[in-house]
């Protein structure tokens, strides 16, 4: 599946920071999201900065960690059926983030749209970017791909990028975690 390649770019961001920033269970475990500096260095390894990584605050890593908290609605509404809570949850983001496309053309690529948010960040601009992202998801023929992860104590988050939206799980680590489960449960 591709929406195209940089709705798929920024649907793959945000679920890494709502994995990387949300409490709670993560492949068989609790999960608390990290804090202060170990926290802006989750965010820097998300967004892939390398060298831009200073241009990260923590206050900006704290914003992420709101819009990721937000994001995670979206996918669980998405996921339990309640598409109605997603598309308000993504408005009212949309809103909040001030998002607003903007041709950009850099690094020798041909024109191409980006979405900036309120205030000129990096974290606005990315937290735009995400919910547009997503927006352009929800709007669409594959609007069911957002999911949440069904194996036992991981609620982590994922988008179905398979050809015919089978997947149920977060990670090879929990597909392989319920295929064993199931093979314990079948024994006599
Ligand atoms: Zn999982």
Known sequence: MN?????????????CLVNALTLGEARGRPYTPP???????????VLGMGRRA?????????ELTGVAGALRVVFESVDRGDVDTAAESLNRLLAETD????LDRHDGEPWHLHFHGAGGTLAGDWAASCA???????????????????????????VDT?????????????????????FRARKP
């Open 3 to 15: 929406f195209n390649s940089h709705t798929d770019a920024v649907v793959a961001v945000a679920v």
């Open 35 to 45: 804090e202060g500096e170990e926290r802006r260095a989750a965010v820097v390894e």
């Open 54 to 62: 200073e241009s990260v605050g923590p206050a900006e890593a704290d």
């Open 99 to 102: 998002a607003r496309p903007h």
């Open 132 to 158: 547009t992202g997503l927006a352009v998801v929800l709007g669409g023929e594959l609007y069911d791909r957002l999911g949440v992860c069904t194996a036992t104590h991981c609620d982590r988050v994922y």
């Open 162 to 182: 398979s050809r015919n939206g089978t997947r149920r799980f977060c990670s090879t680590a929990c597909q392989n975690r319920a295929k064993t489960a199931a």
